[in-house]
C-alpha cells in the first residue's frame, strides 16, 4: 500500500545538527532536508501534472468533471490528463511519496509515451476550438522547452541584444549540437540552458518545471538533479584527486563521504579511467581530464547533459573518442545531450543540427548523417 503524503505543517519537527564551527547562531534561518523516505527507478510526474484541470470552456465544458473533482479529494489518488485525440482524457491514478516537485505513481494506468499535460498556453486559453489542435501543451517528455527567449547585456557602451527571440523544444533522448559562428551567442544560450545565467525575457521550462518561477535555491536543486556540464576547459580542481574531481557535485547534494567515493569510483570506471583515480588531473592528458569532467556531470545521474566545446582543446584522435563516449551515454543510457561545437565532423555525432546566428536559430534539423539514415 502506498503511505500517505507527509504533512509536514501539522507536525513539530526537532532537527539536532552538529555546529562544531558555530557557523550557525541564534537567530539565523537555516534549511533542512528531511527524507522521510526514498525509493529508486520510479515512475514519477512533476507534481503540475496533478494540480492541472482543462480550463472551463462553455458551453458544455471540458474543465474538471463533477467525477474528477471527488478523485481529486481521495487520499492518495490524482487525476492526470493526457493528451489523446487532440482532447485532454482524465486518468486516475494512485500516488506514493512525494516531494515538492514530484510525485510518485504506483498504479499502472499510465502507457510508455502517454503524452501527460501540464499546463496550458496562456494564449490559447482565450481561444476556443483551436485550443487543443493548436495549443501549445507542455508534455512529459520535453526536457527543454523554451519561447521567445531573448538576453541582452548591459555595458558601458549601452546595451547589447545577444539573444533575440529563440523558440526551442528539446525532447528526452534527442542528442543535439548547437553551431554558429563566434559571437552568435551559443555560450549565452547554454548558460540560460544551464541555469547559470538568466533570460531578459521569454519562457524556459526544463524538466517541465518553469524556471523563472524558482527561487534560487530551488534553480540550483533543479540544475544539479537535472543536468551535468562539462566544459571547454574540463575545469577540474588541480589539487583534488580525480576521484574527489568527480564526487565534487555529491558534495552539494550532501550525500555522505562513503557513498560520494563509491559513486565518483564507478562513473570513473565507466569513462575508462578506473585505475586513475588517485591521480591528481595534472597526471593525466586533455582526453582523459575531459573523461574525469564527463564523469563529474554524469555522477548525479542526470537526464541532460550541456556541453559547451568539450573537443576545443583536444587533437582529432581525441576528440573522436569523447564524441563516441556522448554519443553512448545517448543511445545507451537514453541521456540527452546538448553540445556546442565548431566543428562539422564533431557535429555529426548528433543527431539534430541547430545553427545560430546573430542571436537567432538560422536553421533547426536532423544532422546529414541522420538525413541519409532516413533515405
Ligand atoms: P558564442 O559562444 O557564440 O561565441 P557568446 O554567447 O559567448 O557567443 O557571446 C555572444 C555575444 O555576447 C558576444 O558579442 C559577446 O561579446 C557578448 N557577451 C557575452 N557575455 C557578455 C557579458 N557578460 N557582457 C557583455 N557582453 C557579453
Ligand atoms: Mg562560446
Known amino acids: 500500500m502506498p503511505q500517505p503524503f507527509p504533512m ?10 552538529k555546529n562544531p564551527d558555530e557557523i550557525l547562531a541564534p537567530g539565523m534561518t537555516a534549511y533542512v532536508n528531511v527524507i522521510l523516505a526514498e525509493r ?13 484541470k482543462p480550463t472551463e470552456m462553455s458551453p458544455k465544458g471540458t474543465g474538471d468533471t463533477q467525477k474528477a473533482k471527488k478523485e481529486r479529494k481521495e487520499p492518495n489518488t490524482g487525476v492526470l490528463y493526457v493528451f489523446e485525440n487532440g482532447e485532454p482524457k482524465a486518468i486516475k491514478v494512485t500516488t506514493g511519496i512525494s516531494d515538492n516537485r514530484f510525485t510518485e505513481i504506483v498504479s499502472d494506468e499510465l502507457k510508455a509515451g502517454d503524452k501527460i499535460i501540464l499546463e496550458e498556453s496562456k494564449a490559447f486559453c482565450k481561444s476556443s476550438r483551436s485550443r487543443w489542435s493548436n495549443g501549445k501543451t507542455l508534455l512529459m517528455n520535453e526536457v527543454i522547452q523554451i519561447t521567445q527567449l531573448t538576453k541582452n547585456y548591459y555595458t558601458d557602451a549601452g546595451e547589447v541584444c545577444v539573444l533575440k527571440g529563440v523558440d526551442m523544444t528539446i525532447q528526452s ?3 543535439v549540437a ?8 551559443k555560450s549565452t544560450f547554454m548558460n540560460i540552458l544551464g541555469c547559470l545565467d538568466k533570460a531578459t525575457a521569454g519562457e524556459y521550462f526544463l524538466n517541465q518545471t518553469n524556471t523563472s518561477s524558482l527561487s534560487k535555491n530551488d534553480l540550483a536543486t533543479l540544475r544539479n538533479t537535472v543536468i551535468g556540464f562539462v566544459f571547454q576547459g574540463f575545469n577540474l580542481l588541480p589539487r583534488k584527486s580525480l576521484i574527489d574531481n568527480v564526487a565534487l557535485p555529491l558534495v552539494y547534494a550532501e550525500v555522505s563521504l562513503h557513498e560520494r567515493r563509491e559513486r565518483a569510483k564507478m562513473v570513473l570506471k565507466s569513462v575508462g579511467l578506473e585505475s586513475f583515480g588517485t591521480y591528481l588531473p595534472t597526471h593525466i592528458s586533455g582526453g582523459q581530464q575531459q573523461r574525469v569532467a564527463i564523469a563529474r556531470a554524469l555522477v548525479n545521474h542526470p537526464k541532460l547533459i550541456l556541453a559547451d566545446e568539450p573537443t576545443g582543446n583536444l587533437d582529432t584522435k581525441t576528440s573522436q573518442e569523447i564524441m563516441q563516449l556522448f554519443s553512448d551515454l545517448n543511445e545507451k543510457e ?16 548528433a543527431k539534430r543540427l541547430v545553427n545560430f546566428v ?18
Request: glycine share 10%; no cysteine.
Open 8 to 17: 509536514l505543517s501539522r507536525t513539530m519537527w526537532f532537527v539536532t545538527l
Open 173 to 175: 533522448g534527442e542528442f
Open 40 to 52: 529508486k527507478n520510479v515512475l514519477v510526474v512533476p507534481n503540475a501534472a496533478l494540480r492541472y
Open 358 to 375: 546573430d542571436g537567432k536559430i538560422q536553421h533547426d534539423g536532423p544532422t546529414a548523417r541522420m538525413m541519409e539514415k532516413a533515405q
Open 178 to 185: 548547437i553551431m554558429g559562428p563566434s559571437g552568435s551567442g
Open 334 to 349: 537514453g541521456i540527452t545531450v546538448v553540445l556546442v561545437t565548431h566543428e562539422p565532423d564533431i557535429a555529426e555525432y
